[in-house]
Nanobody, 126 residues
Framework: GVQLIESGGGSVQAGGSLTLSCVAS????????MAWFRQAPGKERQGVAAIDKDGSTNYQDSVKGRFTISRDHAKTTVYLQMNNLKPEDTATYYC????????????????????WGPGTLVNVSS
């Protein structure tokens, strides 16, 4: 399996930037589709961005042009660069991994990924 630990969350004003990191440990990291999800209080979890093992990416419409997902195979780390943050981006952000899916499908099933990190909180104030 894979163990995931997120970091990089915090508080920022609207228009600011944050970079989230997710370090993966365990076997066969290179074979996994990696994704970021988020969940705001009282709301359903939603897919934010996903990246395949070959680097193909997919984004939720609301973050396109503002967020960038990337991965470093040598460091077994996936990143989420978030620019021009908005108050509606406030949520707990979760890193997830699954070797059976791909970036196009991963975001459609917010609870379908096999492995999850504990989450990191992002708070954007207006």
């Amino acid at each position: 399996g894979v163990q995931l630990i997120e970091s990089g969350g915090g508080s920022v004003q609207a228009g600011g930037s944050l970079t989230l990191s997710c370090v993966a440990s365990g076997s066969s990291y290179d074979d996994y589709c990696m994704a970021w999800f988020r969940q705001a209080p009282g709301k359903e979890r939603q897919g934010v961005a996903a990246i395949d093992k070959d680097g193909s990416t997919n984004y939720q419409d609301s973050v396109k042009g503002r967020f960038t997902i990337s991965r470093d195979h040598a460091k077994t780390t996936v990143y989420l660069q978030m620019n021009n943050l908005k108050p509606e981006d406030t949520a707990t952000y979760y890193c997830a991994a699954d070797r059976r899916t791909n970036a196009n499908y991963a975001l459609l099933y917010p609870y379908g990924m096999d492995y999850w990190g504990p989450g990191t909180l992002v708070n954007v104030s207006s």
